[in-house]
């Protein structure tokens, strides 16, 4: 994995949390809580979307995605999947759409537009990815997070109003269904990144996503803020991993 410059390396650390959004993204510059207090632990998804959720959404039978296949690219120091069968099939400078209604759709859909709702690219990505491409009643509460937070990373990072922060040092790692049904999942993604002294944090992410208007949205987490669906995590039993493309 890369390792930030010198006076990178806290706007990087707080970059894992956020990654994905977070996460990309959740993906990027918010701080971690206390791992003692929130190893494992990740909470369900929004109460205020259970009425979004379809028919036999506790159908145990998860999707059997194969990862092999996909193409991996940087964007941004981050290095992210594209699939000619599941998407994204429109990449416009950096902005992504068109996922096939497909398991596969779905999770690509999760770690491009996580990804692409973080701040540290700019208010030129991250507010059209979240007005656009995220849905829930809390979509303004995370543009105005997002928002907030590329403001004071960027009066630290001597960066001009507007202007992306810089390149993101992390790796998407891993992932695991909680639900999947036509139209509707729920998904976990682990990302990487470099903490104190040279150590590696791992935070899990859970991400829903809904079949909208053609193609899927990422639904906005509870308050807008992805701490509350996140927790670092220190074992990847359990999850799919990423092949070594994507490092």
Do not use: C, K
Request: no cysteine; charged share 20%.
């Amino acid at each position: 994995m890369n390792r930030p410059r010198n006076g990178r390396r806290l706007l990087v650390y707080g970059g894992v949390a956020a990654v994905l959004v977070a996460a990309v993204v959740l993906l990027t510059v918010t701080r971690w809580s206390s791992p003692v207090d929130r190893a494992h632990t990740i909470p369900s998804p929004p109460a205020a979307q259970a009425h979004a959720v379809p028919p036999g959404f506790a159908d145990p039978a998860m999707p059997d995605v194969d990862v092999r296949d996909w193409r991996w690219t940087d964007f941004h120091g981050v290095r992210l999947p594209y699939s000619s069968s599941d998407g994204p099939r429109v990449v416009a400078g950096d902005r992504a759409y068109g996922f096939a209604p497909t398991p596969a759709g779905a999770l690509l859909a999760a770690l491009h537009l996580g990804m692409r709702a973080s701040p540290r690219w700019g208010p030129a990505v991250f507010e059209p990815t979240i007005t656009e491409q995220f849905t829930g009643p809390e979509t303004s509460a995370l543009l105005r997070s997002v928002r907030a937070t590329y403001d004071s990373v960027r009066a630290v990072a001597g960066v001009a109003d507007g202007e992306p922060i810089g390149r993101a040092y992390v790796v998407v790692e891993a992932f695991r269904w909680q639900a999947y049904v036509p139209g509707l999942a729920v998904v976990d993604v682990v990302v990487a990144g470099p903490g104190h002294d040279s150590t590696t944090v791992r935070a899990a992410m859970r991400m829903q996503v809904l079949w909208r208007d053609g193609d899927w949205r990422v639904v906005a987490p509870p308050g807008g803020d992805w701490a509350r669906t996140s927790a670092v995590v220190t074992d990847l039993t359990g999850y799919t991993r990423f092949p070594a493309s994507a490092r």
